[in-house]
């Protein structure tokens, strides 16, 4: 992991106590609620439907058990509703599919403490909201994967310090996502993001960036444009400048819901990547000779130090993990839960956060501590965050996975559904975020209930379900095999199905938003209209299929016919 210099240190402190002043002023009344606004929205502050809603970064989904420790302090002592309607809410944490950690009931006058408590364990909400680049996200199995090409935690960590607070970059047209991926298979959604950067080595065995400009779901779904085949990794922040400062130029700040840069992209096609290859070429030009705008090799050393493996951790002898336990559940556990690793002898290991009765992503206090401790235990005190907002060991040594089986199974982590259709990525929805039209969580909720059987949930396969409770797609529904987005209708809530969505990975195929597949759904009929879509699956599928190869192959009407046959009552479809 990254570790804090005294510099980052003293800057996150530095951070808290400026907001700190900011918010006494803003109690005193000496600075107004429009006054405050950007400067809460700076640090990761937002005013929600019930209450102010935190975000903390996890830079590239790398935590600390000491950090998860203190994440779980603020649940348990800050994020609590002590009185009112809601009294007794609260007490956990939300991850989120950007590899994020979201407080909804902390109230605003003790807001510094928690930034406090954040920079305590090298943490914050810097740039976790607002028009600017947000938190570098990548793959969970960074440094571990096998078929990584180069390890992008060092470039993660280097871009991460360059965009905070860079002055030119602060207040963008719209919020700016990046997302980094140095394996074969992406796993990290980069065509999905306003910028997506795919590592790679050329024939000398140089390390350079393809780039990838204007992905983004929301309204308008569309795939990134490849913008650069090959950009030296020594350059990529003067070629991400130039993206970022040709968006700040030209993109649209009179209309917020064309003011994202793949709505640029689109429109101006190859007169936006010329514009940005020009840019690129004035700043190379400019700095000729100084080279100041180049990453230095001293600094990439410096940096990649930190991402060493562990002390104490080296190859083993691979071993029959299989055969290491005859306890019920445990090769089940290894088929879904258990993930291949680097290094002989070692495994990463999911912690699902999917259970019933418990919401997609949500970690009370005590889970996150029980977590901290497996962490401590098997995984020499780190964790991951990952993508479909499930926690994940990474170096967990083959032998000791009969007894982390036991231990997390003991703490509710053992759910074997890892990549089945109950891991599910959901947003907050209208429970709890000003922006949703309907709520998520209940449908969550029941789908968790009605698949509880683990036969069948094996039976039906690898299947990407995302709900989102508006148009902003945080659940990111564009992308899933069977996609949910809450829409309002006169008042009620109405749900839009969409199916052939793809983030990009190697099971789903190249990344494609889904096609929706007619009316909306009343919220009484969109979970049978789900059931009905898997029904169908299981009468077409030949063999083994996936659903995403049983979809493509026969086409989306067999299942839009299902799914609009649930329908109660013609009367109820809305226009």
Aim: net charge negative.
């Amino acid at each position: 992991m990254y570790r804090y210099t005294d510099f980052d240190r003293q800057f996150v402190h530095q951070r808290a106590a400026q907001f700190r002043d900011q918010l006494e002023r803003h109690l005193r009344g000496e600075l107004g609620a429009d006054e405050f606004r950007p400067l809460r929205l700076q640090n990761g502050w937002y005013v929600q439907r019930h209450a102010p809603m935190l975000r903390v970064a996890v830079p590239y989904g790398e935590l600390s058990s000491r950090q998860l420790r203190q994440l779980a302090r603020i649940a348990r002592e800050y994020d609590v509703v002590a009185e009112g309607p809601f009294k007794g809410q609260g007490g956990y944490g939300h991850f989120t599919t950007r590899q994020n950690l979201q407080y909804n009931w902390i109230p605003l006058p003790r807001s510094a403490e928690v930034m406090e408590l954040l920079a305590a364990v090298d943490m914050h909400g810097i740039q976790t909201s607002g028009n600017c680049i947000r938190n570098i996200t990548s793959d969970a199995f960074v440094g571990i994967a096998t078929d990584e090409i180069v390890d992008p935690r060092p470039y993660c960590e280097i871009l991460r310090q360059w965009s905070t607070l860079h002055p030119e970059f602060a207040f963008l047209p719209r919020k700016f996502k990046i997302a980094v991926s140095g394996t074969e298979e992406d796993r990290a959604a980069i065509l999905w993001h306003d910028i997506g950067l795919q590592l790679h080595r050329d024939e000398t065995g140089a390390v350079g960036f393809q780039v990838f400009v204007g992905g983004g779901m929301g309204r308008t779904p569309i795939v990134a444009t490849e913008v650069a085949r090959f950009v030296p990794w020594q350059q990529i922040l003067v070629f991400i400048e130039a993206i970022v400062r040709v968006y700040n130029l030209y993109g649209r700040r009179d209309n917020l819901y064309k003011a994202r840069i793949k709505i640029l992209v689109k429109a101006e096609g190859q007169k936006f990547i010329d514009a940005v290859h020009a840019e690129f070429q004035a700043i190379l030009a400019d700095d000729a000779g100084s080279h100041e705008q180049l990453i230095p090799q001293a600094e990439l050393e410096r940096v990649s130090a930190c991402f060493v493996d562990p002390p104490g951790v080296q190859a083993r002898a691979a071993l029959d993990i299989a055969s290491l336990s005859a306890e019920p559940g445990y090769r089940r556990w290894l088929e879904r839960n258990v993930h291949a690793h680097r290094l002989s002898g070692h495994r990463a290991v999911t912690l699902s956060l999917k259970r019933v009765g418990i919401a997609p992503g949500d970690c009370s206090a005590s889970v996150m501590e029980a977590a901290a401790l497996l962490a401590d235990r098997f995984s020499q005190g780190e964790l991951r965050v990952t993508h479909r907002q499930n926690l994940l060991l990474p170096w967990v040594q083959e032998a000791e996975l009969p007894l982390l089986f036991q231990a997390a199974r003991a703490a509710g982590f053992a759910t074997p559904n890892a990549g089945r259709l109950t891991d599910q990525i959901a947003c907050p929805g209208g429970d709890f975020c000003a922006l949703a039209n309907a709520r998520s969580l209940p449908l969550a909720a029941e789908i968790a209930e009605r698949y509880q059987d683990l036969d069948e949930l094996d039976e039906l396969g690898d299947i990407d379900l995302h709900i989102s409770g508006c148009i902003n797609s945080c659940g990111h529904h564009h992308s899933g095999h069977i996609g949910v987005l809450g829409v309002d209708k006169d008042g009620s809530e109405w749900y839009q199905l969409t199916l052939g969505g793809s983030d990009g990975s190697r099971l789903s195929g190249a990344a494609q938003p889904g096609k929706v597949v007619g009316p909306s759904f009343a919220a009484d009929e969109i979970a049978d209209a789900v059931e009905a879509v898997l029904d169908t699956f299981k009468s077409q599928r030949a063999g083994g299929e996936r659903f995403i190869d049983t979809l493509r192959r026969v086409g989306h009407e067999p299942f839009k016919l299902a799914a609009n046959a649930v329908r109660t009552s013609t009367a109820r479809v809305p226009a």
